[in-house]
Every structure is written in structure tokens, then in C-alpha cells.
């Protein structure tokens, strides 16, 4: 479960909110002024999003690194003729 509380809140319940994450694995999401500014989380589920962050940063690096030799109007113009294709609707089988 996902809760928000308001910085003030979370500053008088701390003990409260961190056995919750901890025992139940809620995670809390912190809000000053009405906006969201931070989450309490589990620290197993913290340790996932590091992974996930650093396996989707490796991923763009290779990306970018196989992109590296087209301009940004060539790509850009590639972009746009893919996503035209795939507006365009499903091909026939028989098309192509």
C-alpha cells in the first residue's frame, strides 16, 4: 500500500511510519506544500530500483553508443517515420 503524508505528518509519526514500511512493506510518499518531494520505501524495494536504475542506464549508454554515428535530424526524421507506421495501423499479412 502507497500512503501520503505531509511533511509535517511524517515528521511527528517517524517510528510510525517506518514500522509500517518495514514490517508491512507500505511505502509512504511525502508531500510538502501539497507536492510530492519524497518516498519512504522498503530497503529491499530500494535496493531494486538501484539495479533497475543502473541496468536502464546501461541500456541507454548502449543505445546511445550504437546511435552515435546518425545526426539528430536523421534519428528524429527515423522516429517520426516509425511512429507514422505505426499510427497507420496493423500491415495486411500479405504486405511487404
Known amino acids: 500500500m502507497i500512503n501520503q503524508v505531509s511533511a509535517v505528518s511524517f515528521r ?3 517510528g ?3 514500522n509500517q514500511v518495514q514490517y508491512r512493506h507500505d511505502s509512504v510518499v511525502i508531500s510538502k ?3 510530492p518531494v519524497a518516498a519512504l520505501v522498503d530497503a529491499r524495494l530500494f535496493e531494486r530500483i ?3 536504475q543502473a541496468r536502464f542506464d546501461a541500456l541507454c ?3 546511445e553508443a550504437g546511435f552515435a554515428e546518425i545526426g539528430e ?3 528524429l526524421a527515423e522516429i517520426e517515420a516509425a511512429v507514422n507506421a505505426e499510427r497507420a495501423g496493423p500491415r495486411s499479412p ?3
Open 94 to 96: 500479405d504486405a511487404g
Open 16 to 18: 510510525e511510519m517506518l
Open 61 to 63: 549508454a548502449r543505445i
Open 33 to 35: 506544500d501539497g507536492k
Open 50 to 52: 538501484r539495479r533497475m
Open 12 to 14: 511527528q509519526n517517524l
Open 73 to 75: 535530424a536523421e534519428g
